[in-house]
């Protein structure tokens, strides 16, 4: 059984049309995370999550937004797509404490037209 | 701040064979863990092995097995008997240990594997 699910797996937006990307778990678990992966590059962290507690990475362009509702629930806000966000965002989520690991999702791959 | 490296953007290994990905790490942290994720096309990111800085002795699970090289900043995963299955893209990745969540991922090695 899936656990954490991304959708949708494939998305198609507009130059500068705000898009919502979104993510949800049945792990319980209080840590999600979003990553954008570029073709042949590292997984880089946008935010997370810690419960309710929003952490922004620094070098996160303001372009980008997030939003968690509940446990359960993350979405991925781009309010102008440009050319240059088209990527895979990969979710994943863990639980915080010693030792754990992290789950991802199938990924959205973002295409910008 | 903490980097990783893998220098090996591709590698390819002949089914049965052994295989040896390379990964470099930076930090001035003393306690920190290090994680290998296998990607495979078109399917989600998983977990094949963690390492726990502060443990000597290097991780197994079945087929896959690190040489944790601590005082090199050294993380190699070594994948005995190779089968189809394994072809992937593999990620190095560190997360320090205490009051943070953040997983640095290396920019990845893609794994074929030939019958």
């Known amino acids: 059984d899936a656990m954490v699910i991304q959708n949708p797996r494939y998305q198609v937006t507009q130059f500068g049309k705000p898009v919502t990307l979104s993510c949800s778990q049945t792990?319980?678990?209080?840590?999600m995370y979003w990553y954008q992966q570029k073709s042949s590059q590292a997984p880089k962290l946008l935010f997370h999550?810690?419960?309710?507690?929003?952490?922004n990475e620094a070098d996160t362009p303001d372009n980008f937004q997030s939003r968690r509702p509940n446990t359960s629930f993350c979405f991925l806000d781009i309010r102008s797509p440009g050319l240059g966000d088209a990527a895979m965002y990969l979710c994943?989520?863990?639980?915080?404490?010693?030792?754990?690991?992290?789950?991802f999702g199938q990924g959205t791959r973002l295409t910008v037209v | 701040a903490q980097t990783v490296t893998q220098s090996q953007p591709e590698m390819s290994v002949q089914e049965a064979e052994t295989v040896t990905l390379s990964c470099t790490y930076d930090?001035?942290?003393?306690?920190?863990?290090l994680f290998w994720y296998k990607q495979p096309p078109s399917r989600q990111m998983i977990l094949v092995i963690r390492?726990?800085?502060?443990?000597?002795q290097n991780a197994t699970e079945n087929r896959f097995s690190v040489n944790f090289q601590k005082a090199a900043k050294s993380f190699s995963l070594k994948i005995s008997d190779s089968q189809l299955g394994d072809a992937a893209m593999y990620f190095c990745?560190?997360?320090?240990?205490?009051?943070?969540?953040?997983?640095?991922f290396g920019t990845g090695t893609r794994l074929q594997v030939f019958p």
């Open positions: 994943a989520t863990s639980s915080r404490g010693m030792n754990t690991e992290a789950f």
């Open positions: 990745a560190y997360r320090k240990i205490q009051n943070t969540d953040k997983l640095i």
């Open positions: 792990l319980n678990h209080n840590v």
């Open positions: 999550y810690y419960d309710k507690d929003f952490n």
């Open positions: 930090t001035s942290e003393s306690d920190y863990y």
């Open positions: 390492q726990e800085a502060y443990k000597q």
